[in-house]
């Protein structure tokens, strides 16, 4: 923007014969902020348009785990990590609100991408799957507090009352590498990179995670 500005500043001055005076650090200052401005309001529109493209997949994905009523009006997607402070920090509010509106769907993307112990947790979780004790153990490893360890995972897995052994087999199954490398692939296609990241009814929330107020989120959702 501002070697556009220069040129024009130059092609005047030879059409005047006089020299133009440079832009003034304000001026600059406001270019630039006009000029990220625009390439912000280009990318959310991106993202947004990657969303819509892919939204069956995201909220429909039958390998994602669920919590909530299946028949739900909004459908909130959270990418996230158990070893996120972020995302734990957050829990609180989401369980209170899927405890308070029964039309509201939760959909889990798997997205170990912050510690080792990420990618453990996230297949035992998944493999916990086959055992129908997901919810409980994703809640009890998302409340535990601390650095998660490689015993805390499996000691929270006996804990929710699975059986460790079938637990540890499955989690190296093709199916749980496949879930996972899908979800990583959701989050490149909509330019996710980083935990949590919380998407209401195909609409990418912005906030963060510490300011989000889902109830006004979902209330807004359903407005649309």
Not at 114 to 143: V, W
Not at 167 to 178: F, G, H, I
Request: proline residues 4%.
């Amino acid at each position: 923007m501002l070697c556009r500005f220069a040129a024009i500043c130059l092609s005047l001055s030879l059409v005047t014969g006089s020299a133009l005076a440079a832009p003034s650090a304000a001026d600059r200052a406001a270019i630039e902020k006009a000029t990220a401005a625009k390439l912000d309001a280009a990318a959310q529109a991106d993202v947004s348009q990657r969303i819509a493209a892919r939204w069956r997949q995201l909220a429909n994905d039958p390998a994602a785990p669920t919590i909530g009523n299946a028949r739900a009006d909004v459908t909130i997607v959270e990418f996230f990590d158990y070893t996120c402070p972020y995302c734990k920090a957050v829990e609180p509010r989401l369980e209170a609100l899927l405890k308070s509106d029964p039309k509201v769907r939760l959909v889990l993307k798997e997205f170990p991408i912050l510690a080792p112990e990420s990618m453990i947790a996230a297949r035992a979780a998944l493999a916990a799957k086959g055992q129908g004790k997901y919810t409980a153990y994703h809640n009890a490893m998302m409340r535990f507090e601390g650095r998660l360890t490689e015993a805390d995972i499996f000691a929270m897995a006996k804990a929710a009352g699975l059986n460790v052994v079938r637990l540890k087999r499955d989690m190296n199954t093709p199916a749980v590498s496949d879930q996972i490398i899908s979800v990583f692939n959701q989050a490149r296609g909509i330019r996710v990179f980083q935990t949590p990241a919380f998407i209401v009814n195909g609409r990418l929330l912005g906030n963060e995670s510490a300011l989000i107020d889902f109830r006004r989120e979902v209330a807004a959702a359903r407005r649309r």
